[in-house]
């Protein structure tokens, strides 16, 4: 089954204490992304990556840093996190320029809370 | 940077009744995402547009690039149909800019 694979599911952590969330596709998809959804605020990018260690910022990537060392995953690594990332985070990936006609795939987010 | 604004914020309509969602955008783009959010939290694409019109069972997406608009209708509404509706823009795939959101509540 073709699936963006997210873990884990919920987590919680305390300030500071480095923590990774994974992401993998297996759609041999070129583009994944990080968003992170808040209330009030909608869905904001985090970080995007178009290809194997092409990586570029989004509209909120302070505090998070991407790796792209394989096409299939794409992690998502906050070093020292602080409450203010308290929120729900997906990861998603696309076919870009491949002519889908249905877009993006999501994963099935991460409910992440720092105390 | 593109605004995108969606109406209504909220939505709550009977069984059956005919759905319009829209979605209007700032500047020029390559493509419109619409977006299924249920309440479980997953989201799922629904339509990504250049031009015209689509059509997926219920489902039908529209948009004029002229006008920087696009509807989402859904015909015979169904109490599943409940979810939030996501809009969301730009160039090519990526990167894109979302709007806030629609809640629909379809009520047997």
């Known amino acids: 089954e073709a699936q963006v694979t997210q873990n884990p599911r919920y987590l919680i952590t305390v300030t500071g204490k480095k923590l990774t969330v994974t992401c993998s596709q297996n759609?041999?998809?070129?583009?994944m992304s990080w968003y992170r959804q808040d209330p009030g605020l909608g869905l904001r990018q985090i970080y995007y990556?178009?290809?194997?260690?092409?990586?570029d910022k989004g509209d909120v990537p302070e505090g998070y840093k991407v790796s792209r060392k394989e096409k299939r995953n794409f992690p998502l690594i906050l070093e020292s996190p602080s409450p203010n990332q308290t929120s729900l985070y997906f990861c998603?990936?696309?076919?870009?320029?491949?002519?889908?006609?249905?877009?993006?795939?999501f994963g099935s987010g991460t409910r992440l809370t720092v105390v | 940077k593109n605004e995108v604004e969606q109406s209504p914020q909220n939505l709550t309509a009977q069984e059956g009744e005919f759905i319009t969602i829209n979605c209007s955008y700032s500047?020029?783009?390559?493509?419109l995402h619409w977006l299924q959010q249920h309440p479980g939290g997953g989201i799922v694409s629904l339509f990504m547009?250049?031009?015209g019109k689509k059509k997926h069972g219920r489902l039908i997406a529209t948009i004029n690039i002229q006008e920087k608009h696009s509807s989402l209708h859904i015909t015979a509404s169904h109490p599943r149909d409940s979810a939030v509706y996501i809009c969301?823009?730009?160039?090519?795939?990526?990167?894109?800019?979302f709007g806030k959101g629609t809640r629909l509540s379809v009520i047997a």
């Open positions: 998603a990936s696309s076919d870009a320029g491949g002519g889908s006609n249905y877009g993006y795939t």
């Open positions: 759609m041999n998809h070129e583009y």
């Open positions: 990556s178009m290809n194997v260690e092409v990586t």
């Open positions: 500047v020029g783009i390559s493509a």
């Open positions: 547009l250049s031009s």
């Open positions: 969301a823009v730009g160039p090519g795939n990526t990167p894109l800019v």
